[in-house]
């Protein structure tokens, strides 16, 4: 079955510690992206990549990276320059026919 | 610096009430608009779309309207029932930029019983 996913659903991190968020797709599409969504707020683009090899800053990218070594795979690194990363972070991809989403990651800073 | 988030402007509605979710998009060059549908604790689900050569769309109990001179949209859900109950987010995308999807902040609709 062609999809997106997202892993782990559920993260537990202590204050300091980088992690990274799994996001992989098998719908051959080339453009890839990362969100964050706080509660009672809207989507917030932190990092795009429109093809392999190449990725460019949304807008909330500080103390995010990522990178692009294949075209299934977008890995988001939540660093420990992130001051408030607990939130709920959604990776899709698609063309602007139809965006696919995954099914989210929720990051919580213990 | 640190952002400031802004929390969601909320509808509320009685249950087979007619809804009307507005939406003020930002770029004028933007030529494919979409609302999505975001359940708690879910990913957004699309609704509907319309493209700029268009100014109205009707699907299933939903109708998008488009006015590009104000640069609004909305989404008119007929007979609102329990189960539309969730955020509702605008998106716009255009070749102007990079064909990047540009999201709305979203509203939050509550249908009463």
């Known amino acids: 079955d062609g999809g997106i996913t997202q892993s782990p659903k559920y993260l537990f991190r202590k204050e300091g510690q980088n992690v990274t968020l799994s996001c992989e797709q098998n719908l051959n599409h080339d453009a890839m992206y990362w969100y964050r969504q706080d509660p009672g707020q809207g989507l917030r683009l932190i990092y795009y990549?429109?093809?392999?090899?190449?990725?460019q800053k949304g807008d909330i990218a500080e103390g995010y990276s990522v990178s692009r070594e294949k075209k299934e795979s977008f890995p988001l690194t939540v660093t420990s320059a992130q001051k408030n990363p607990t939130a709920f972070y959604l990776c899709?991809?698609?063309?602007?026919?139809?965006?696919?989403f995954g099914p989210g990651t929720r990051l919580t800073v213990l | 610096g640190e952002s400031v988030g802004l929390h969601l402007p909320t509808l509320s509605v009685q249950e087979g009430d007619n809804s009307i979710i507005n939406c003020a998009y930002s770029?004028?060059?933007?030529?494919?608009f979409i609302w999505y549908k975001q359940e708690s604790g879910k990913g957004p689900q699309f609704i509907i779309d319309?493209?700029?050569n268009m100014d109205k769309r009707q699907g299933q109990r939903v109708t998008v309207l488009l006015n590009k001179t104000v640069k609004h949209l909305s989404l008119q859900i007929a007979a609102t029932q329990p189960g539309d109950s969730a955020v509702y987010f605008c998106a716009e995308t255009g070749a102007g930029n990079n064909r990047k999807l540009i999201w709305g902040l979203g509203t939050s609709l509550a249908v009463n019983p």
């Open positions: 899709t991809t698609g063309n602007m026919d139809e965006q696919f």
């Open positions: 770029n004028s060059a933007s030529d494919y």
């Open positions: 319309i493209r700029s």
């Open positions: 990549s429109q093809i392999v090899n190449d990725f």
